[in-house]
């Protein structure tokens, strides 16, 4: 594992669950991305855009990113600092995993790419990061638009996984994926 190169001296995990409890939980009436209505209202970005929670939170995801991962890839806006996050850490490790960000919608203009980054060759195993999931639809949109670009794409790694009735574990088991999630929701109201 990539985890070997870059050490794990610390406990990053209690760090993390600590600073989703304290920055990113909310309790009250929301309306989520997927229209549902929670009483629970997670938002990593107070995290992930820190250079201590990216960190801790990338140092945990890169656990789970086997050797031959030639990149990290999500829907934007959730995973941009994830995805960046991974490549920085891996080429100071002297690795080589880049970053590769999915539009929601594809460029109406020049190249009209749906994927930004310095893409790999085809058949190159890439692996797909998000912040939040509930339903999995958006990191299933980033895993067809990467298959569609030639790329094996079977891992989603989670921060916090919503565990709304399995319906995210149901569809990505659906799309021939394996979810990984760091955290359940029920961790951060405990």
């Known amino acids: 594992m990539i985890m070997e190169y870059v050490g794990d001296t610390f406990d990053f995990r209690k760090d993390v669950l600590r600073l989703l409890k304290q920055d990113c939980y909310r309790k009250g009436e929301f309306t989520l991305s997927s229209g549902r209505k929670s009483e629970h209202y997670v938002n990593c970005k107070p ?3 820190t250079g201590h929670g990216l960190t801790y939170v990338s140092a945990m995801m890169l656990e789970h990113i086997d050797d031959d991962v030639k990149a990290v890839a999500g829907l934007t806006m959730g995973a941009d600092p994830l ?6 850490v891996t080429w100071n490790a002297q690795l080589k995993v880049d970053a590769l960000i999915v539009r929601k919608e594809q460029k109406g203009y020049g190249a009209n790419a749906w994927i930004e980054g310095k893409l790999p060759p085809e058949g190159s195993k890439v692996v797909v990061l998000e912040d939040v999931t509930t339903t999995g639809k958006s990191s299933i949109k980033a895993v067809e638009k990467l298959r569609d670009a030639g790329y094996e794409v079977n891992r989603i790694i989670t921060i916090v996984d919503r565990q709304v009735d399995g ?3 149901a569809n990505v088991l659906a799309a021939k994926c394996e979810l990984i999630s760091l955290f359940s929701l029920e961790e951060l109201y405990d």
């Open 83 to 88: 995805v960046s996050a991974i490549t920085c």
């Open 47 to 49: 995290m992930t855009l």
């Open 167 to 169: 319906e995210a574990d």
